[in-house]
């Protein structure tokens, strides 16, 4: 086995690992190949001295960021809860700067997509019953499905993860069987979400392949996928076959109580504590010219609310924790992605990812993202995967040339 093999399906198995083996004892096995990947690696480029350590940076900026979270205990209210999310936030770092050195060295990006989907596809498995798995938040959420994670709604982010390595892959793939795997697993994926009844999971997959379906009107495959799309969505919605998905009737009910949870203060549900942490997050953040600034240290919102929460959103759990320079560097990321996001040539490429990018941006209105690993998994994809884009469209323009 060649060396871009080995590291090409241990890439694959550790992204996949992060999802299958989420929680509890089985996290070791996540450790274990992480562990033997980048203990691999580092073996290999002692032995390979030409190698040098690249960064990206928006990797520069997460670093910076890290740095940051960990500086934050000078002015922390318990430095303890700050230490230790610092500490997980520094590791998050090194390892995105190994996994980005691999993935670029090697020219094994996809890997990281094709991790995300194994990953799902085990989901599928535990979803049909066809590999028995049971854990004590299957039976906390006895009508909604979290497969192998501890929470529904970030399994629903993993599957819209899915979606989006699907829709890629379709462009680069061009035999029938590839489209056919790749259509089959996008309904897959959007099934196990509204398994989840996870009411974010629904509207940005429903947006995501919204922008898909708008970008990509000029490039004939993607028409006549788009099409397909259509069609079988007006088939389910006129014959009621949409009424009868299993999970369906339970995402309804769902989207009914948030929407009494705006109008009622005496709803309760996972809305309405959402927006009592949020209120919450801001009186934390509007104390004083200092917490504006700096927060009151990493983690340390869980402690400054009734429910002992964290925010459930990233941007308030931000300014809370880290103020508005802490806000201020984690979101320097999105700037740096949207310039490279802008270099693409195809414009149904760059439109579909301008779009995702800012599928991201609201999402985080109810995701803590800034220590959710898959979400920088799909940047290292994209900012090399966009690179070697514009190496080959220069390549094509000189030969033209």
Do not use: C
């Amino acid at each position: 086995m060649t060396a871009k093999k080995y590291f090409s399906y241990l890439l694959m198995l550790y992204i996949a690992s992060t999802l299958i083996f989420a929680i509890g004892s089985n996290i070791i096995v996540t450790r274990i190949l992480n562990v033997i990947l980048f203990g691999s690696f580092i073996i290999y480029i002692f032995t390979h001295q030409s190698i040098k350590v690249k960064i990206h940076k928006f990797l520069w900026i997460y670093i910076l960021f890290a740095i940051y979270s960990f500086f934050s205990i000078y002015w922390s209210i318990d430095t303890n809860y700050t230490i230790g999310r610092s500490f997980i936030v520094m590791i998050i770092a090194i390892n995105l700067v190994i996994i980005y050195n691999i993935a670029i060295y090697f020219k094994i990006e996809k890997y990281i997509l094709y991790g995300i989907i194994l990953g799902g596809v085990y989901n599928y498995l535990i979803l049909f019953d066809i590999i028995p798995y049971v854990s004590e938040y299957t039976l906390h959420f006895k009508h909604r499905f979290v497969g192998t994670t501890n929470n529904p709604n970030v399994l629903a982010i993993y599957m819209l993860f899915n979606i989006l390595a699907s829709f890629i892959l379709l462009q680069e793939n061009k035999s029938k069987l590839s489209t056919l795997l790749f259509l089959s697993n996008i309904f897959l994926a959007f099934y196990t979400i509204i398994m989840t009844a996870s009411k974010k999971g629904v509207i940005f997959s429903l947006l995501l392949l919204s922008i898909y379906l708008i970008s990509s009107l000029k490039s004939k495959k993607s028409v006549i996928i788009s099409i397909f799309f259509i069609i079988v969505s007006i088939m389910m919605f006129n014959t009621s076959l949409i009424e009868k998905v299993d999970g369906i009737n339970n995402l309804i009910h769902r989207f009914e109580v948030a929407q009494l949870a705006f109008t009622s203060n005496k709803v309760s549900g996972s809305t309405y504590e959402r927006l009592y942490l949020i209120e919450t997050a801001y009186e934390v953040f509007s104390k004083d010219f200092g917490t504006i600034l700096l927060g009151t240290g990493q983690r340390t919102f869980e402690l400054q609310n009734k429910l002992g929460l964290y925010a459930h959103n990233n941007y308030m759990e931000l300014i809370s924790n880290l103020g508005l320079i802490g806000l201020f560097l984690f979101y320097s990321m999105y700037v740096v992605l949207f310039k490279e996001v802008l270099k693409v040539q195809d414009k149904s490429i760059k439109y579909f990812l301008l779009g995702f990018l800012l599928i991201l941006l609201l999402m985080d209105n109810a995701l803590v993202s800034y220590t959710f690993k898959a979400t920088f998994f799909i940047f290292i994809f994209l900012v090399i995967y966009i690179n070697e884009q514009k190496t080959l469209h220069n390549r094509i323009r000189n030969e033209k040339n």
